[in-house]
């Protein structure tokens, strides 16, 4: 097994590289086009606000909630039997992360989709994911500090 794995990770992307020596590729695949002026100018320039900025650090503040959280719980007993359902063994384990990653993202979405036609409601998105950041951050701690022994 372990030579087989050695074998696709490192010899397989080796043979799929193309060594191309001078003249063996027509000029046209080397070059890089200049995008012209005019097309640059056509899109439209995004100003940040102070309710954009805000918004984009309760996001960031958010997903390291998230990342947090997860690495605290990762291979203990999960309490909540929404993200173990099957045959994890009530254990937080790769499924468990996947659709709490997927729980979180799709909020992330869903608020993306909602301010590309309302960008007024920024202020209350980011006040929202700062509550939820500072609540998986409790829950975070309290996992390092009295949760119980991960499972094997």
Do not use: H
């Amino acid at each position: 097994m372990k030579p087989l794995l050695a074998l696709l990770l490192f010899v397989c992307p080796l043979v799929a590289q193309q060594w191309y020596t001078e003249g063996a590729v027509p000029n046209r695949l080397t070059s890089i086009d200049s995008v012209p002026n005019a097309f640059i100018d056509t899109i439209p320039k995004v100003s940040a606000t102070p309710q954009s900025k805000l918004y984009s650090i309760s996001v960031a503040a958010l997903i390291g909630a998230n990342a947090a959280d997860l690495a605290s719980s990762w291979g203990r007993p999960e309490l909540n039997p929404l993200l173990t359902p099957g045959s994890s063994g009530g254990r937080f384990g790769w499924q468990a992360a996947t659709i709490k990653l997927g729980l979180a993202g799709g909020s992330l979405l869903f608020q993306r989709y909602v301010l590309r036609r309302r960008p007024e409601l920024q202020r209350g998105f980011a006040i929202s994911n700062f509550i939820a950041a500072g609540a998986m951050s409790a829950v975070a701690v309290r996992n390092q500090t009295l949760g119980a022994p991960r499972i094997r």
